[in-house]
C-alpha cells in the first residue's frame, strides 16, 4: 500500500476502502513483510550516512577556521605565556612546585616549549613521574613517555599504579598520565598571578566589577 500510495499519489485512506477485503496468503505477508523490513533498513543506512556526512562538514568548519586563528595569530612570548597559565589553571599543581600533568603527549609538548622558550629552562632539568593503571608495563610506558617528550630515561624517576584499577583492563590508546616538574616555584608564582589577572581582565570588562 504504502509503494503505491508513493508511487501514484493516491491517500492512504482511499487504498483502505479498496484493499480492505482482500485476503492476503502468507506468502504474500511474508514478502511484504520482508520488502517493509528492507526498507527500514535502507532508511536507517541513509540516515547513518547523511549524519556521518553532516558531522564530517562541521568538523571541517571548524578545523578551517581553528587554522585561520592560528595561521593569523602573532606568537609572541606574551601570548604563550597566557596560553600556558591557563593550561596551568586548568591542569597544574597549586603547591609549591612548577608541576603540570596530563594524559596527552602534545599538551605536555606544549609545556616543554614554552618552559624552553620562555624560561631558558634546560631539558636535563625536567623531571618526569608517571600515574598508570595496574596492568600497564612501567618500562614500556617509560619508554613511550621518553620518545614522546624528546626526554631520556634518566628523567623518568618515579611511577605510581593505581591500585583501584586491578582486574579492569587497559585500553590500548590510553597511556598512564605523566606529569612534568621543573623546580623553579618563581614561574608557578607567574602563572598563577598571571592566570589570576587575565581572568580578572576579562571578566571585568564583560561582566563588569
Not at 5 to 12: A, D, K, L, N, Q
Not at 87 to 97: H, M, P, Q, R, V
Amino acid at each position: 500500500m504504502t509503494v503505491i500510495e508513493r508511487e501514484y499519489g493516491i491517500p492512504r485512506s482511499t487504498l483502505s476502502g479498496w484493499f480492505k477485503d482482500i485476503q492476503l496468503s502468507e506468502e504474500q505477508r511474508t514478502r511484504l513483510m520482508k520488502r517493509s523490513q528492507d526498507g527500514w533498513k535502507k532508511a536507517r543506512e541513509k540516515a547513518v550516512v547523511a549524519h556521518n556526512t553532516l558531522k564530517a562538514e562541521r568538523l571541517y568548519i571548524a578545523e578551517r577556521d581553528a587554522a585561520d586563528i592560528v595561521n593569523r595569530l602573532q606568537v609572541t612570548p606574551e601570548v604563550l605565556d597566557v596560553a600556558f597559565a591557563m593550561l596551568y589553571f586548568g591542569e597544574g599543581a597549586k603547591k609549591n612546585t612548577t608541576s603540570i600533568g596530563n594524559s596527552n603527549p602534545l599538551v605536555l609538548r606544549f609545556v616543554l616549549a614554552v618552559l624552553y622558550r620562555n624560561y631558558a629552562v634546560k631539558p636535563s632539568q625536567i623531571r618526569c613521574d608517571l600515574h598508570l593503571r595496574a596492568d600497564q608495563d612501567g618500562d614500556a610506558m617509560k619508554q613511550y613517555w621518553s620518545e614522546k617528550l624528546a626526554l631520556p630515561l634518566s628523567q623518568f624517576k618515579y611511577i605510581a599504579y593505581d591500585k583501584r584499577s586491578v582486574g579492569k583492563p587497559t585500553y590500548n590508546h590510553y597511556k598512564g598520565v605523566c606529569v612534568i616538574t621543573c623546580n623553579q616555584i618563581a614561574i608557578q608564582r607567574k602563572l598563577i598571578s598571571l592566570y589570576n589577572q587575565f581572568c580578572t581582565k576579562i571578566s571585568e570588562e564583560v561582566l563588569g566589577a
